[in-house]
């Protein structure tokens, strides 16, 4: 079976390479070739087992897809996509990436299946990870499978666009996509970043390492959380799953673990002890509570557990994986 | 004020422009300007009382729209569009008129505005026309205003991308977009066509006129219908509406009537008499119904009627202006 990682020097896509690469394996299911696509050249594991290609493309350009499909993956993890932030400042370059380039990748799929005038012989799995960003409030306590997409951002906006072509495009039969709505990723490995949500990795992943951090929001915020390692099954799952269970509902919540602030201190405290939490600074911060405010705090996520995804169940959970998976050791 | 209508030929455009060139007027607003688009140019009154223009543009062209915008029109009906069967037939001309049209509009309104480098002096208000196909079942009995965009047609879901858009650049302060879900339109004016849901438009126009019709689902059949001149309502109060009052939300799903067929036969019984039911031709029709199956049945449009939108009350009304508007008369 031939994957593809679209976005592929990202975290998620790294991580997922890296696990493919290593099992030779999507969730049970054998990998012969793995090619990886980014706007820059992702690295390749040293002397891999099987073909693993590296290419730099932008798919925002309309040239560029055809040249990835004619390659003819069975399974497209399509993980490409300017982030929140940057695609409310830059309106031009998040509609050109993330509604273009996703529309492009459709339409190249579709028009290799045609190409050789073979109809029938082309209809790859394209999973494509949406976000809760498609999401608004008011929201009820809890977020049904079934509320419905009100985003207000752009990127949001440009996620619910991509879910559509996504179910239009599966609907018609040209290929056989699977939506992911992804939870919050924590602890996001790597350097503190700018991001209004970075407080919810940091005040856990630098005082795991000694280091301080800053909470900007009130301890009572709650939100909707994942691991990387969880983040990376689902995509795995994904990819195999057998997708007649949809339904024309394409696009799916994944699971994660609804938490507050508090919540995630505590499991700290119980993970790294008093002397990490003391590591922690409290410095409100109004502008980033506002943003915060308007972020959903819970999701039943039914479908998605119906169907086989599994989330952490609690944060000493989350704060293992990290340990686990970027730190070298086996947590407590 | 000056008003555009896009799609002017069409049913709706034709009875919006007729309506602004008698009164001069768009819900109490005087217009001193009006601009007719279509892919045909569209016939204009004579001697009309303020300039009308009449232009033939195919809005999937790229270099269309600006041609548009740059005559900076205070409000433009957008009811462009390729409908729903015609959508399903040719995937690359649906998308090309309803998403692309649109998107290419939105895009010349964006970009009018900082043509001048004066960027706050350009922002028109924007009536979109989608449609209750943005919905897929399953359904509840009666659909709320929250009810999830689940389209499970290509025209839906282009009309969802619609809506999405008009929301995301009237929230980045392009335009002042409002969107309007139109119910079922009936009785449609004109001869019989083969679209699915012709037949309720047909068995209440044709009698009327001492025509045959033919009925291709069982009576107990229910639906959302409002009339061309209820649409026509609805798009002169969302030209000049507060739009402040629809918050991030712009999209509103318009009042109408849920009654079934039973109920349209019993209306025209009342106005026209058992010698015009006796022209109902019950010839089932399986492919029709299992369509007709898959529709909305009821809505509550609880926010449209809270912010004044009114549709009728009963199919004899419904009929009455259809006697009045279409056939030169008044109904007893």
């Known amino acids: 079976m031939h994957v593809m990682i679209i976005g592929a020097v990202g975290m998620l896509g790294k991580k997922l390479a890296?696990?493919?690469?290593?099992?030779?394996?999507?969730?049970?299911?054998?990998?012969t070739r793995l090619t990886l696509v980014d706007i820059a050249v992702a690295e390749t594991p040293e002397n891999p087992a099987f073909p693993i290609e590296s290419l730099a493309f932008d798919l925002s350009h309309t040239d560029t897809a055809p040249l990835l499909t004619k390659r003819r993956p069975d399974i497209i993890f399509h993980l490409a996509a300017i982030v929140s932030g940057e695609a409310e400042n830059d309106f031009e370059k998040g509609y050109a990436i993330n509604l273009d380039g996703t529309r492009h990748l459709f339409e190249a799929i579709r028009r290799e299946r045609d190409r050789n005038g073979n109809a029938a012989d082309y209809r790859p799995r394209v999973v494509f990870t949406s976000s809760i960003a498609v999401f608004g409030g008011p929201?009820?306590?809890?977020?049904?499978?079934?509320?419905?997409?009100?985003?207000?951002?752009?990127?949001?906006?440009?996620?619910?666009?991509?879910?559509?072509?996504l179910e239009d495009y599966t609907r018609r039969g040209f290929m056989d996509g699977v939506g992911l709505r992804l939870p919050t990723i924590c602890i996001?490995?790597?350097?503190?970043?700018?991001?209004?949500?970075?407080?919810?990795?940091?005040?856990?992943?630098?005082?795991?390492v000694g280091q301080p951090a800053t909470l900007p929001v009130e301890d009572t915020v709650r939100h909707w959380h994942a691991s990387?390692?969880?983040?990376?099954?689902?995509?795995?799952?994904?990819?195999?799953?057998?997708s007649s269970r949809l339904g024309h509902r394409r696009t799916l919540n994944m699971p994660g673990l609804s938490a507050t602030v508090a919540e995630q201190v505590e499991a700290l405290r119980t993970v790294a002890g008093n002397d990490a939490i003391a590591l922690i600074r409290r410095e409100p911060n109004?502008?980033?509570?506002?943003?915060?405010?308007?972020w959903p705090q819970d999701f039943t996520a039914d479908r998605a557990t119906d169907l086989g995804f599994r989330a952490e169940r609690s944060f000493e959970d989350i704060i293992?994986?990290?340990?686990?998976?970027?730190?070298?050791?086996?947590?407590?």
């Open 18 to 31: 890296s696990v493919i690469a290593k099992t030779r394996q999507c969730n049970g299911q054998s990998v």
């Open 139 to 165: 929201y009820p306590d809890t977020i049904s499978d079934t509320f419905f997409r009100t985003p207000q951002t752009s990127y949001g906006t440009q996620k619910a666009i991509g879910e559509l072509l």
């Open 188 to 208: 996001r490995p790597g350097l503190p970043n700018k991001a209004a949500s970075g407080f919810f990795s940091s005040i856990l992943r630098e005082p795991l």
């Open 228 to 242: 990387p390692r969880a983040a990376v099954r689902f995509l795995l799952h994904a990819g195999t799953m057998d």
């Open 286 to 294: 109004p502008d980033i509570a506002a943003i915060i405010a308007a």
């Open 320 to 332: 293992a994986v990290h340990i686990e998976d970027e730190l070298g050791a086996t947590s407590a």
